[in-house]
């Protein structure tokens, strides 16, 4: 969860550093940012005044002034001169104001004076840490002419850890990196990757760490996860006040991950006798309880009941279709053959017409004709008369003779006789 940038400020009495006749108070004299709290500071005063010692006969003028890391000098935001606020903010300042006065009794110079300058302190970061000066200019008793005397305190700005998430997480499938989605299941030896970003704080040794949990129910345990060479620390980098970071941590899922293995990073770092820490949110992973095969693809592991009946029945769905096609094909070849192709009017009438006329066939060999009668030596006979000729009955089919199919060889026409038998 991404912290909304807050301010905690821990009050303390204010640290009252002084010289001979000025002081320079800052209340609170620091603060922490980055960490929520219940009680953020609301305003920041700084002090600027007169400790009525060192015999003053005259204070002529007040001044504050600021200098932080990244400026070259001081540079002046409010003063009094005279009876006169003069206000000369930076425009970077949280709504400042400034008010005082230099304390006179009727009829003689003042001796003493207050300049006090007030920021918004809900608005403040780690760049508004400074050192402010308060220079007071005054003549002392017995003195010719007038001094400065300055004395100078630090706003301390303490950054606690913030900004601690996970910016990415990643699963490896045959040697590449691809998108991890949460709560998404995947084979048991399947490498997982967690990239965490974060805001370590002012303090630059500390550094991002990592926790795990089982999921067990609606409770989670979490406990450190720490092995050297799963975890990948990328250097800390330095933005001023404070310090940014990002690790990668790496895991195996095994078969005890089968209700999803919960992973988050942190940063805990201890500021000023307390303990600070912020938190990512948490990212969980799900490994079926059955073994399997690493690679990274989502769903059961090889061999599985799940896997085993998508590959049974992809295999029986296969057989299936073959059969099919085969049964197909074996229907639509015998269908060629036998269907009769239609003939064209053409093809009709180049066909050789049905005979005419008288029909003739030899006789069966066992039915007996009168051939003629025997004469002489009884081995000739005589031709038959006529009234005599026999007919042999033709054994021809009662239906019409088909037509014969149209054939690329020419046929011969077949030549039709009539016979007729003699008596001699």
Same mark, same amino acid.
């Given at each position: 969860? @991404?912290?909304?940038?807050?301010?905690?400020?821990?009050?303390?009495?204010? =640290?009252?550093?002084s010289?001979?006749?000025?002081?320079?108070? =800052?209340? /609170?004299?620091? %603060?922490?940012?980055?960490?929520?709290?219940?009680? /953020?500071?609301?305003?920041?005063?700084?002090?600027?005044?007169?400790?009525?010692?060192?015999?003053?006969?005259?204070?002529?003028?007040?001044?504050m002034?600021?200098?932080?890391?990244?400026?070259?000098?001081?540079?002046? *935001?409010?003063? *009094?001169?005279?009876?006169?606020?003069?206000?000369?903010?930076?425009?970077?300042?949280?709504?400042?104001?400034?008010?005082?006065?230099?304390?006179?009794?009727?009829?003689?110079?003042?001796?003493?004076?207050t300049?006090?300058?007030?920021?918004?302190?809900?608005?403040?970061?780690?760049?508004? !840490?400074?050192?402010?000066?308060?220079?007071?200019?005054?003549?002392?008793?017995?003195?010719?002419?007038?001094?400065?005397?300055? !004395?100078?305190? +630090?706003?301390?700005?303490? &950054?606690?850890? +913030?900004?601690?998430?996970? =910016?990415?997480? %990643?699963?490896?499938? +045959?040697?590449? %990196? $691809?998108?991890?989605?949460?709560?998404?299941?995947?084979k048991?030896?399947?490498?997982?990757?967690?990239?965490?970003?974060?805001?370590?704080?002012?303090?630059?040794?500390?550094?991002?760490?990592?926790? #795990?949990?089982?999921?067990?129910?609606?409770?989670?345990?979490?406990?450190?996860?720490?092995?050297?060479?799963?975890?990948?620390?990328?250097?800390? *980098?330095?933005?001023?006040?404070?310090?940014?970071?990002?690790?990668?941590?790496?895991?195996?899922?095994?078969?005890?991950?089968?209700?999803?293995?919960?992973?988050?990073?942190?940063?805990?770092?201890?500021?000023?006798?307390?303990?600070?820490?912020? &938190?990512?949110?948490? #990212?969980?992973?799900?490994?079926? @309880?059955?073994?399997? +095969?690493a690679?990274?693809?989502?769903?059961?592991?090889?061999?599985?009941?799940?896997?085993?009946?998508?590959?049974?029945?992809?295999?029986?769905?296969?057989?299936?279709? *073959?059969?099919?096609?085969?049964?197909?094909?074996?229907?639509?070849?015998?269908?060629?053959?036998?269907?009769? /192709?239609?003939?064209?009017?053409?093809?009709?009438?180049?066909?050789?017409?049905?005979?005419?006329?008288?029909?003739?066939s030899?006789?069966?060999?066992? $039915?007996r004709?009168n051939?003629?009668?025997?004469?002489?030596?009884?081995?000739?006979?005589?031709?038959?008369?006529?009234?005599?000729?026999?007919?042999?009955?033709?054994?021809?089919?009662? !239906?019409? #003779?088909? =037509?014969?199919?149209?054939?690329?060889? $020419?046929? /011969?026409?077949?030549?039709?006789?009539?016979? #007729?038998? @003699?008596?001699?």
């Amino acid at each position: 969860m @991404h912290l909304s940038l807050t301010i905690l400020c821990f009050m303390q009495l204010s =640290i009252v550093l002084s010289v001979e006749g000025v002081s320079m108070t =800052i209340n /609170p004299s620091f %603060m922490v940012v980055g960490s929520s709290s219940a009680n /953020p500071v609301r305003q920041l005063e700084l002090r600027c005044f007169s400790d009525g010692t060192d015999h003053i006969e005259t204070i002529y003028r007040l001044d504050m002034s600021r200098r932080r890391s990244s400026d070259p000098d001081f540079v002046n *935001i409010a003063s *009094i001169d005279g009876y006169k606020i003069i206000k000369s903010f930076p425009l970077d300042m949280k709504s400042p104001n400034a008010t005082g006065s230099l304390e006179h009794v009727p009829g003689e110079p003042p001796t003493s004076g207050t300049l006090t300058v007030t920021m918004d302190g809900e608005g403040l970061t780690c760049n508004d !840490q400074a050192e402010f000066r308060c220079t007071m200019t005054y003549k002392k008793m017995g003195t010719p002419t007038a001094a400065p005397v300055s !004395q100078s305190n +630090n706003f301390t700005v303490i &950054t606690a850890p +913030n900004d601690v998430r996970i =910016i990415d997480a %990643m699963y490896e499938e +045959n040697g590449v %990196m $691809k998108r991890l989605e949460n709560d998404k299941s995947f084979k048991v030896g399947t490498r997982i990757m967690y990239r965490c970003s974060a805001n370590t704080g002012s303090d630059s040794s500390v550094s991002i760490s990592w926790e #795990r949990s089982p999921v067990m129910g609606a409770s989670t345990n979490f406990v450190p996860y720490i092995p050297a060479d799963d975890i990948v620390q990328d250097p800390v *980098i330095s933005t001023g006040c404070s310090n940014t970071q990002t690790s990668s941590m790496y895991y195996n899922l095994t078969s005890s991950d089968f209700d999803g293995i919960i992973f988050r990073c942190k940063v805990r770092s201890f500021l000023n006798g307390e303990w600070y820490q912020s &938190t990512s949110i948490e #990212r969980r992973t799900l490994a079926d @309880h059955t073994s399997g +095969n690493a690679g990274g693809k989502a769903g059961g592991p090889l061999g599985s009941p799940l896997e085993a009946g998508i590959i049974a029945g992809a295999v029986v769905g296969s057989v299936v279709v *073959i059969v099919v096609i085969i049964i197909l094909m074996y229907l639509w070849i015998r269908k060629r053959r036998t269907k009769e /192709p239609p003939r064209t009017t053409e093809e009709v009438e180049s066909l050789d017409p049905p005979p005419t006329g008288n029909i003739y066939s030899r006789p069966e060999k066992k $039915k007996r004709t009168n051939l003629g009668t025997k004469v002489g030596d009884g081995n000739s006979r005589k031709p038959p008369e006529p009234s005599d000729i026999q007919y042999a009955d033709l054994d021809l089919p009662k !239906q019409p #003779r088909p =037509i014969p199919r149209k054939s690329k060889a $020419k046929v /011969p026409p077949v030549e039709y006789t009539e016979i #007729r038998l @003699h008596k001699s």
